[in-house]
C-alpha cells in the first residue's frame, strides 16, 4: 500500500510544479508588451530515484531569463530615450506556447497517473474487506 501512496504523493507534486509552471507561461504572456520586463522561468529541484523516495519534483526558485531585451523604435512613446528607443521585453510567444503546452502534457500525463493510482488502491481495499 505504501507504493500506490507514494505515487500518489510523487504525482500531485508533479501537478502541483506543472501548475506552477502554467502560471508563470501564463505571466510571461500577459507581460509580453510590458516595457522592461524581463521573461520568468521556474527552476526544478529534482533528487536521483530511489525506492524510498516520497517526494516528486519541487519547484525551485524564480529566475529571470537573462536574454537582452528588445530595444523598441518608437520615438512617440513615454518611455523613449533622445534616440527614439525603449526597452521591451525578452518574452518570445513562439517560446512560451511551446513552454505551456509541454507543461500541460506533463500535467495531464501526472493526472493520469494519480487517477490509477487512486483507481488501483480503491480496488486494493476492496479485496481487503471481503
Known sequence: MTDLSQSLTISSDGLRLQSQRLRHVSENVANADTPGYQRKLLSVKTTPFSLSDTQGPQAGRVILDQTPVQEIYD?????ADASGHYRGSNVDLVIEIADARAAQRAYEANLKMFQQAR???GSLLELLRK
Do not use: D, Q, R, V
Open 75 to 79: 520615438p512617440a512613446h513615454p518611455l
Open 119 to 121: 483507481e488501483m488502491s
